[in-house]
């Protein structure tokens, strides 16, 4: 067999035109054009009448060329004869015309591959350029691998080479686009995850199950917030992290029970869940009786549990200092001493006697007439003498103690004796006021008690008792706190003996026991009026004429004084 010697492979002529026959038999070119009739065209009977004439007068005889050449011939038209017959029984009805390949290879010099083949046989054509373009990929690859030029034929080949090969290795200028996309697979390939095709992903499954999505969701947000609300409930009981450095004014009103307590508290902003408090403090065995009410100040630090207890008992919550409180200091004058010492502030202890009602834990509160009336409703109940308070104590348990203390001293035997003077215990407690703002001394007590009962007795006499203490009360003490010109009048007119009839509203400060005792055991005397001098020598008279002589002298006296 006849091989291609310019840059073909080993494949046989009639191998790449039995390959070339596999190809066509699905084509529908193919198919029209083997129905087709095929025509010559003029142009190759022009090219064969152009043909230059045989020399006839040549000898007859055959050279060795023309030998050589009719062999060569004749060989290959076996092989064209012998591929054909090949082509024809792989191909079925399809039919290759050979020969016309054979002659017009014949005609056409060697290596002009590039020359225009003529249009009437298409056929021909097509066999024809398919082997070219097979000759010209084989010359492609031997260029590639030895990178030299086998023929003329393989110029064009290796120029498209020259030009794949170029491309190869320009750099081709990308989009951002593209170039995030690169990133994007670099990521994935070293091993990250590419959150953008997680998302699509995640995003994917939820349309694909929303029902489903939609029921987690939603079981999750229920679990949550049932999360939260058990959390709260539990630090109501633990108060962890509420701990902000303020103190809360908590007031627990009268008769209060476990409900009020958790409601007031629930108010005030130191719990947060009201019925689980109610609950959890009902679990515990707290019951509704032995609530104090007063003023408390709580921290948010304390549990529900504390909070309780302190409305249940008194507070313990620092070193405890010993104050003494002497007999005749009024309520502001104890205030502010209990404030200096650190037990509680002034502020604390006044809206407790303001806003607490006492009543319903003592009785001699209860018996309190014209509460409204008076300036500190408490004062003359808080009994003087020296106590053990606790540094920051809660008001209502200071409050608590003074009154605590007046119902000590305060006995039986007492209140029989008030019963007998047809007076009660708040009475005694006026009088017992007076008698220690106006006798210096207790030696004086029974005598200025005997005056002040006398008045009291004749009051269509002596309507007024015409003291000075109950003057200086409002001019000193209630004058202080109110300003409002109209309030201080009413307090004028109902402390000021010189004003009002008997009895003040209240008493002016809070007596001792020496005091309380001469306002129930008075002396029994005829005076109705006493005086002092400078040396608080005291002057009894039982006229208004004895009593103006006596100024005259007390006038003499403290003129020789000064």
């Known amino acids: 067999m006849n091989n291609f010697s310019d840059g073909f492979d080993d494949r046989s002529y009639e191998d790449l035109l039995n390959e070339y026959a596999g190809e066509v038999i699905g084509s529908k070119s193919a198919k029209r054009n083997t129905e087709e009739p095929v025509k010559k065209s003029s142009a190759a009977k022009n090219t064969e009448s152009k043909k230059p004439a045989v020399n006839r007068s040549a000898s007859n005889t055959p050279s060795k060329a023309q030998k050589d050449t009719r062999a060569a011939a004749s060989a290959s038209q076996k092989a064209t004869q012998g591929a054909e017959q090949t082509a024809s029984k792989s191909t079925g009805n399809y039919s290759l015309d050979l020969n016309s390949i054979k002659s017009r290879s014949n005609d056409t010099p060697k290596n002009k591959y590039d020359s225009k083949l003529p249009a009437s046989d298409t056929t021909e054509f097509r066999s024809i350029d398919f082997v070219e373009r097979k000759r010209r990929a084989a010359a492609s690859r031997n260029i590639r691998s030895t990178g030299a030029v086998g023929s003329r034929g393989t110029a064009s080949s290796h120029s498209r080479s020259g030009i794949r090969k170029t491309a190869e290795r320009t750099p081709v200028k990308t989009t951002d ?64 992290n509420r701990d902000d450095g303020k103190s809360v004014e908590v007031v627990l009103p009268n008769d209060a029970d476990t409900n009020t307590a958790i409601k007031v508290l629930s108010e005030k902003g130191l719990i947060k869940n009201e019925l689980f408090c109610r609950i959890f403090i009902k679990v515990m065995g707290y019951t509704d009786e032995n609530y104090l009410p007063g003023v408390y100040y709580f921290n948010k630090s304390m549990g529900i549990e504390k909070m309780i207890v302190r409305f249940k008992t008194s507070s313990q919550r620092g070193a405890t200092i010993s104050i003494t409180i002497p007999e005749g200091f009024t309520i502001d004058q104890i205030f502010e001493r209990l404030e200096k010492n650190e037990v509680c502030t002034a502020a604390s202890l006044y809206k407790t006697i303001d806003e607490i009602d006492f009543s319903s834990e003592y009785d001699f509160v209860k018996e309190i007439d014209n509460k409204e009336e008076r300036y500190h409703m408490l004062e003359g109940y808080f009994f003087p003498a020296t106590y053990e308070f606790e540094q920051g104590a809660d008001p209502a348990s200071v409050v608590r103690d003074f009154l605590n203390a007046f119902k000590a001293r305060w006995t039986d035997e007492y209140s029989e004796r008030a019963a007998e003077l047809s007076m009660s215990t708040d009475d005694i407690v006026r009088i017992a006021s007076i008698i220690e703002k106006e006798a210096y001394g207790s030696d004086q007590f029974n005598l200025v008690s005997s005056v002040l009962h006398n008045r009291l007795n004749r009051s269509g006499v002596y309507p007024t008792l015409d003291c000075d203490s109950t003057k200086d009360y409002v001019a000193n003490t209630v004058s202080g706190r109110v300003k409002e010109t109209s309030k201080l009048n009413a307090y004028i007119r109902a402390y000021n003996t010189y004003e009002c009839a008997g009895l003040p509203v209240g008493a002016i400060c809070n007596p001792g026991q020496a005091a309380i005792e001469a306002a129930l055991y008075p002396d029994t005397t005829q005076y109705y009026f006493f005086s002092h001098d400078s040396n608080r020598k005291i002057y009894m008279a039982s006229t208004i004429e004895e009593h103006n002589a006596n100024a005259r002298t007390i006038a003499q006296v403290n003129a020789q004084n000064n």
Do not use: E, W, Y
């Not at 995850?193 to 997680?198: D, L, Q, R, S, T």
């Not at 699509?200 to 349309?207: E, H, S, T």
């Open 177 to 240: 686009a593209a170039s995030k996309q690169n990133a994007s697979n670099k990521k994935q390939k070293n091993g990250k995850p590419n959150v953008k095709n997680i998302g699509v992903a995640l995003l994917g499954f939820v349309r694909t199950h929303k029902k489903d999505c939609i029921v987690f969701v939603c079981c999750l947000l229920i679990s949550i917030a049932v999360s939260a609300v058990m959390l709260s409930c539990i630090n109501d009981v633990l108060a962890i």
